[in-house]
Structures are given as structure tokens and as C-alpha cells.
């Protein structure tokens, strides 16, 4: 779960980046390395429109879809049957975060709020990686596959829906 606060903060970013986003989908590779070169490759896809909705789908090694729409997050694992709901009243504005961030190079932002220093990476003007060092020291970096910007995502793909026999946890 210690991955998952950044993933909605990562998602608010495709809302007001300096490349001016406005929607973004991706299959994505997330790789968390801790302080003693363990590696966890996690393996999806992501959906994001403005203003913040946006559709994290964990393939590889867990399945688990994340949903954020606006402050409330869903979080459904089929693989235990399992539903979280919880708002981002806690969490980091990464639109803060974004709009903040510096031109360091050609394709290369970046941003440090709250002593977090994230870096944004674009290649031919499209959203390619996003890393930084969480608050355990793992680096965890996030790089985009096939990304495709400012096409239109239907809504409906942002609502969750929550299967009857799932447990609902309600969190915060």
C-alpha cells in the first residue's frame, strides 16, 4: 500500500503539467527499488482527464484498480474481494507540485515540495517517466509506454463499480 499515496498524487499531475495535458493513457511499468536493492515491478495501465479523474489498472504481480475522482479514491482487488474507499485530504497536491516545477533541461521538470523532489521527464513533447524517493528511500520511478495526450476518454471509464459481494472498507 506504501505506493499507492504516490500513485494519486502522480495521477493529479497529468492535470496541469507544462506540457498542459488535458488527458492521458498509457501502459506503464512502476519500479520500486528500497535501500537494499530489493526491486518491485508492478505492471499496468492508466486512464486520466481533467479536471481529476483518473483510472490506474494494476495487471502485474497484483491485480487492482485504482480510481480518483476529484478527493475520493476507490481501490477494488478482485483477488481479495476487497473494496477501499478514502479521500486525499492527506495526501501531497502534486497540481502544486507541477505548477512549481522547473525547467532543468529540454525535457526534464523539476519540483520539490515538502522536501520531495520529483522529477518529470517528456520525450517529443509527451509525458515519458516520473520518479522520486518516497519517504522510505525506496526510488521509485514510473515509465510510460505508447502514452497517448489530449484524447478524449470517455467518463464512464472513471466510475467505479463495486461488486455486491465485495467487503467495503471506508477508509478515513
Request: hydrophobic residues 40%; positive net charge.
Amino acid at each position: 500500500m506504501r505506493f499507492l499515496p504516490f500513485l494519486f498524487a502522480l495521477a493529479l499531475t497529468l492535470f496541469a503539467s507544462p506540457k498542459e495535458i488535458t488527458s492521458f493513457n498509457s501502459k506503464f511499468v512502476q519500479t520500486i527499488l528500497d535501500a537494499n536493492g530489493k526491486k518491485i515491478l508492478y505492471t499496468g495501465e492508466l486512464w486520466a482527464s481533467k479536471p481529476q479523474n483518473a483510472l490506474w489498472v494494476y495487471q502485474k504481480p497484483i491485480q487492482k484498480s485504482v480510481f480518483i475522482n476529484g478527493q475520493k479514491i476507490t481501490v477494488i482487488e478482485p483477488q481479495i474481494e476487497q473494496v477501499t474507499l478514502r479521500t486525499l485530504d492527506d495526501e501531497i497536491d502534486f497540481l502544486q507540485i507541477i505548477q512549481k516545477a522547473k525547467q532543468v533541461s529540454e525535457d526534464k521538470y523539476t519540483a520539490t515540495i515538502k522536501g520531495q523532489t520529483y522529477a518529470v521527464t517528456f520525450k517529443n513533447e509527451t509525458l515519458n517517466s516520473i520518479s522520486y524517493t518516497d519517504g522510505y528511500d525506496n526510488k521509485v520511478t514510473i515509465v510510460f509506454t505508447n502514452p497517448s495526450q489530449n484524447k478524449a476518454i470517455e467518463a464512464s471509464r472513471f466510475k467505479p463499480i463495486i461488486p455486491a459481494d465485495f467487503d467495503v472498507i471506508k477508509d478515513r
